[in-house]
């Protein structure tokens, strides 16, 4: 049976409660479906087999991989703590151990037309155990979902359908290298479709980078890190709504850096504003943007401009 856990943040208010799966069984059982034909990987294909949505748990945690596809059908679905509407349809990526939950009712889940689950172990030795780890869309929140166009969706079903047909048709010698290379191959698609995504939805990250860059602004200006330090990029994430990894690969789509060196961009800009226009020491601008050690701001500034902050003052006399 599936083990609960519940986490009481507050005696009076109501009890947070998780479902946690720990094997394709458990999946199974809960849904209302026949026994997984591997013990590692199960497709769940919601066109060929109804789920019991009353058998669904309110909010679950998943020990595997999982990747819904899901088509123009709505439902409001938790995701981490975030809600997503599926009006448009879509993938959505979701890594071991994340919180996946319902929503007033349970209709979101059963709208997922494949869905496979995927355990770590079912890698093995292959090279995709660690290289699945590299793909930053599995950290995405949900309303980062990849949008499909009609195309990419019929070469994800038909990536889905070959997975199903391998898991329930022959399971054989070779089943493993097959579906194992057909998960890389629907990976690699997902990478190409959010880049093309980035591109396509490129108003959208646009005002996103415009906000970005006035919270930084703002940051600077205000002296909010002299009090604080340097800006992390959670906490621009967290200022824009949207996960860490989804900034990171936004920025490098738009601006060709991730997040981090994002940051670093606009304090070696500041830093260049002040050591130009201010009489300020180095010491002092390094402190004024964030750094504990006046050390680390002329080493960074150093390696992103090839001068020290005094030489860059010197030259810019």
Do not use: W
Not at 90 to 110: C, K, M
Not at 134 to 150: I, M, V
Not at 231 to 259: C, F, H, W
């Amino acid at each position: 049976m599936p083990v609960i856990i519940t986490l009481n943040l507050n005696m009076k208010k109501e009890e947070i409660v998780h479902v946690r799966m720990e094997s394709l069984s458990d999946v199974h059982r809960a849904f209302g479906l026949p026994a997984p034909a591997h013990p590692l990987i199960s497709l769940i294909n919601g066109a060929a087999t109804r789920v019991v949505q009353s058998s669904l748990p309110r909010s679950h945690v998943l020990n595997f991989y999982k990747i819904s596809y899901k088509p123009n059908l709505a439902g409001r679905l938790k995701y981490g703590q975030a809600y997503y509407d599926f009006n448009e349809g879509g993938l959505l990526f979701a890594a071991p151990n994340q919180v996946i939950g319902n929503h007033a009712n349970n209709e979101a889940e059963a709208c997922s037309q494949f869905a496979p689950l995927i355990h770590p172990d079912f890698f093995g030795n292959y090279p995709l155990a660690k290289k699945i780890k590299q793909y930053g869309f599995f950290s995405y929140a949900t309303n980062e979902t990849l949008h499909l166009s009609d195309k990419e969706k019929e070469t994800i079903i038909s990536i889905f359908k070959i997975i199903d047909d391998e898991l329930n048709s022959r399971i054989d010698d070779f089943s493993q290298d097959v579906i194992i290379s057909q998960i890389e191959l629907l990976l690699n698609y997902a990478n190409r479709f959010y880049k093309r995504q980035f591109i396509t939805r490129k108003a959208v990250s646009s005002d996103l980078l415009q906000k970005l860059e006035e919270i930084l602004d703002g940051y600077f200006n205000t002296e909010q890190s002299l009090s604080q330090g340097i800006p992390t990029v959670q906490y621009l994430a967290e200022k824009l709504n949207i996960s860490p990894s989804y900034l990171s690969d936004m920025l490098r789509a738009l601006t060709g850096q991730n997040a981090q060196q994002h940051i670093h961009h606009k304090l070696i800009e500041k830093a260049k504003e002040r050591l130009s226009t201010t009489s300020l020491s180095v010491s002092e601008v390094a402190y004024e943007l964030g750094f504990e050690h006046p050390q680390s701001f002329s080493k960074l500034f150093k390696t992103k401009t090839n001068l020290s902050p005094l030489e860059f003052r010197r030259s810019f006399n």
